[in-house]
């Protein structure tokens, strides 16, 4: 049985920040693979950013150097710093993890989601 569950989604000003967390169990923050990924109305679901069980990450080009993927192994815990936020990012968040050893799209469990919204 595997519960993510995502929190820190808000309605903040362009330039602002926000700290996503998604919360799970030890095993799954610290043996698996994690992503966040967000989907706005009308648009296809993004990959936003990704870490593997040795903290490699990978960002979607349109957050590199605003968003930081990382994990916390004794608070159970995945964030997602989000600085600079611009209007552009706002969407519902997801986090998702997978075991590492299967493929990249082989998401096996999802959070229900956090809404960031960014005005102007």
């Known amino acids: 049985q595997v519960e993510l569950v995502e929190s820190g989604g808000d309605s903040v000003q362009a330039g602002g920040s926000l700290r996503l967390s998604c919360a799970a169990s030890?095993?799954?923050?610290?043996?698996?693979?994690m992503g966040w990924f967000r989907q706005a109305p009308g648009k296809e679901r993004e990959g936003v950013a990704r870490?593997?069980?040795?903290?490699?990450?990978n960002y979607a080009d349109s957050v590199k150097g605003r968003f930081v993927i990382s994990r916390d192994n004794v608070k159970t815990t995945l964030y997602l710093q989000m600085n600079s936020l611009k209007p552009e990012d706002t969407a519902m968040y997801h986090c998702?993890?997978?075991?590492?050893?299967?493929?990249?799209?082989?998401?096996?469990?999802w959070g229900q989601g956090t809404q960031v919204t960014v005005s102007s």
């Open positions: 998702a993890a997978r075991q590492c050893f299967r493929p990249a799209d082989s998401w096996e469990y």
């Open positions: 030890r095993y799954i923050v610290s043996r698996y693979c």
């Open positions: 870490i593997d069980i040795v903290s490699r990450t």
